[in-house]
C-alpha cells in the first residue's frame, strides 16, 4: 500500500507542477484520501514555490514575534499563538513540528491534502483534522480516543518533547481545533501560528511541495493507525504519550445540566444568524437556534482583517460587550467543534487556559429530537 500511495503522491506532484507552468486556470484534482474533487486556482502571485520578495509584516499580537531567536524550550504556554517572523527563525529548531491542519467547510470545496502537497511551510507535517476522529459516532471529527490518538500522533512523527506550530490555509480557523485536541491530551507546548499560511505567504517566505511523498505516507498511516485501534489491532511503536484533561471538553450531558446549573457561561462561535435561527444550518437534519442562556460571538470577531488573533484589549471588549465576565467559567460551542476553538484561542490570550469546549457543538444538540432549543 505504501508503494501505491507513493507512486500516486509522485504523480500528483507532475500534475501538480505542471498546472503551475501551463495556465491559471482552475485544476481538477482528487485527493489521496478520499475521492471528492477539487477545484484548486493557482494564485498568479506565487507561480513559483519561492514566493515574492520580503515584505516588513507587522504583529499586532505578539511580544512572541518579535523575540524570534530562541528554541521551544524557553517559550511560553501562557501565549497561544507565534508570529511567522518567529517561526521562519525556528524552524531548523530539532524541536519543533510544523503541523498543517487546514480543514475547510463542505460547501468551500477545498481539499486541504491537496492544496498541502501544492504548497506547505517547509517541513510541514499534514494533520487530518477528519481523519483524526473517533471512529464510534457518526458526529464529524469528534475527539478520537487516548490511545487512537496517541497512535495517530506517533505516526506523525510526533513526540512528546516536541514544540508543535499548526497552521491552516485561511488564516486562523481549524489549526485552532488542533492547538485543543492536542491541549486535551496533556501536550502543552503548541502553538497556533498567527495568521496561518496567507501570512507566511505574504511575508516573502518559502513553501514547498510534497515531492518526496514522505508526509502524505505519515499522514495515511496516521488515518491507518487510528483505524486499527478502533478495529482492536497492533498498532506501532508509541513515541507519544496522552494525559486526558477532562475539564477542557465537554458531552451533550454536561451542556445539558449546565443550563439547569448555570455554572459555565456558554458562547457560540457561529454567525448570528444561525444562532438566532434565522438561517438554516449547513447540514441536513439539525434544527437552527441555539442553546438556552448562550450567548453568540462569532468566531471572526476574534481575528484581525488578515485573520490574526487580535490584542488583548480587543479580544476583552469583544466578550465585554456581550456580557462575558472573565472572573467565570466559560464552555464554548459552534457547529461541529471547530470554531468553538478560536474562542477558546483568544480567551487563552486573556489569561483563561482552562476554556471548555463542547465537542459535538450544534451538530449534537441540534440533531437531537428532545434537547431544549431557543430562537431569537
Known sequence: MASTILTRSLFSHRLIHSSFSLSHKPRLFTSLFNKRPFYYQPDPSFTAYKTSPRVPCVMASSVVGRRANFSTQSLSTNEPVVSVDWLHANLKDPDLKVLDASWYMPDEQRNPIQEYQVAHIPGALFFDVDGISDRTTNLPHMLPSEDAFAAAASALGIENKDGLVVYDGKGIFSAARVWWMFR??????????????????????????????????????????????????????????????????????????????????????????????????????????????????????????????????????????EGISLDKPVVTSCGTGVTACILALGLHRLGKPDVVVYDGSWTEWGAQPDTPVETS
Open 184 to 321: 486535551v491530551f496533556g501536550h502543552d507546548r503548541v502553538w497556533v501560528l498567527d495568521g496561518g499560511l496567507p501570512r507566511w505567504r505574504a511575508s516573502g517566505y518559502d513553501v514547498e511541495s510534497s515531492a518526496s511523498g514522505d508526509a502524505i505516507l505519515k499522514a495515511s498511516a496516521a488515518t491507518e493507525a487510528i483505524e486499527k485501534v478502533y478495529q482492536g489491532q497492533a498498532v506501532g511503536p508509541i513515541t507519544f504519550q496522552t494525559k486526558f484533561q477532562p475539564h477542557l471538553v465537554w458531552t451533550l450531558e454536561q451542556v445539558k445540566k449546565n443550563i439547569e446549573d448555570g455554572t459555565h457561561q456558554q458562547i457560540d462561535a457561529r454567525s448570528k444568524a444561525r444562532f438566532d435561527g434565522a438561517a438554516a444550518e449547513p447540514r441536513k437534519g439539525i434544527r437552527s437556534g441555539h442553546v438556552p442562556g448562550s450567548k453568540c460571538i462569532p468566531f471572526a470577531q476574534m481575528l484581525d482583517a488578515s485573520q490574526a488573533l487580535l490584542p488583548a484589549d480587543e479580544l476583552k471588549k469583544r466578550f465585554e460587550q
